[in-house]
């Protein structure tokens, strides 16, 4: 069925203070995989709260999250509908570690993509550190709203896809992730049951439930910041991709990453492309 248009465009996305502390940032590099070379001092710079912590930049996709607001029946939306589809970030400032945040969440945009076909939602985010209202970080999301097109709007979507270059990669990372890893991730603040109740996923019709499509972002990150950035967070600007399909938790991640910033992803165990179309670039 197509969406509801009007309840969705005038859904109220809940601002979001967070009061971040250094516990909350170095869960969420675990959350993400940093860590799984704990001998690594370059990745304990993320994980362990006690020394000079460092927030891997991803972590703006969890900062002043508004949760799982499509899962809502006042949204007008289907949440077994509802595929991650495309996510960007950009960096407008160093991420703080601990302090106030707000999230503010809008959506920029909707497209219809045909009668029982699907619909494309894009939001957009901000994020301001409180104590001065500086802007730290921007996030844009594209939503992939299945079945829910067929209700009269635009029908060209936003931006254009970055195109990889078709030589080899300059760089393969492989990078896994563990089989509880979405159970972790879903207390940054993400807890849509698709990736938690088996149940929930057999009815949206995968065979268990699937890695968060930003989970995978932030292992993506992780691979960028280690291969590209020499593990100096504060050297990422922005990175942007496309999820191809969806990853298992357990499975391992192979980055394969250009010189230039761009990247793809693949799961190793079943040679699947998971995110294409990536670019990343730094300072």
Not at 6 to 12: A, F, R, V
Not at 110 to 116: A, F, R, S
Not at 196 to 208: C, E, N, R, S, W
Request: charged share 20%; with cysteine.
């Amino acid at each position: 069925m197509p969406i509801d248009v009007e309840k969705l465009l005038s859904y109220p996305i809940p601002e979001v203070r967070q009061s971040l502390t250094r516990q909350q940032t170095a869960f969420y590099a675990l959350s993400v995989g940093v860590g799984c070379e704990p001998l690594d001092e370059r990745q304990l710079r993320f994980v362990d709260y006690r020394r000079d912590l460092q927030a891997l930049p991803s972590m703006a996709l969890v900062l002043g999250h508004p949760g799982f607001w499509l899962g809502d029946p006042q949204s007008g939306v289907d949440p077994k509908s509802v595929v991650h589809g495309e996510q960007a970030i950009t960096l407008h400032a160093d991420l703080p570690v601990e302090g106030d945040v707000i999230g503010k969440t809008e959506i920029v945009g909707l497209v219809d993509k045909g009668e029982g076909q699907g619909a494309l939602l894009y939001t957009r985010k901000h994020i301001h550190a409180v104590d001065d209202g500086r802007l730290l970080a921007s996030t844009l999301s594209t939503t992939f709203l299945r079945g829910g097109g067929g209700f009269g709007g635009d029908n060209t979507p936003q931006g254009r896809a970055h195109v990889t270059p078709d030589t080899a990669p300059d760089f393969s990372i492989d990078l896994p992730t563990r089989p509880e890893q979405a159970l972790y991730y879903r207390m940054n603040g993400d807890d849509n049951p698709l990736h938690a109740d088996p149940a929930v996923a057999k009815a949206a019709g995968f065979t268990q439930p699937i890695l968060h499509g930003l989970c995978t972002f932030g292992v993506v990150c992780h691979a960028l910041i280690r291969t590209l950035g020499r593990y100096d967070p504060t050297s990422l600007r922005s990175m942007a991709l496309r999820f191809s399909s969806p990853v298992l938790p357990g499975e391992t991640l192979r980055s394969e990453i250009w010189r230039d910033g761009s990247f793809r992803a693949r799961v190793v165990e079943r040679d699947a492309l998971v995110v294409s179309n990536g670019l990343a670039t730094f300072a």
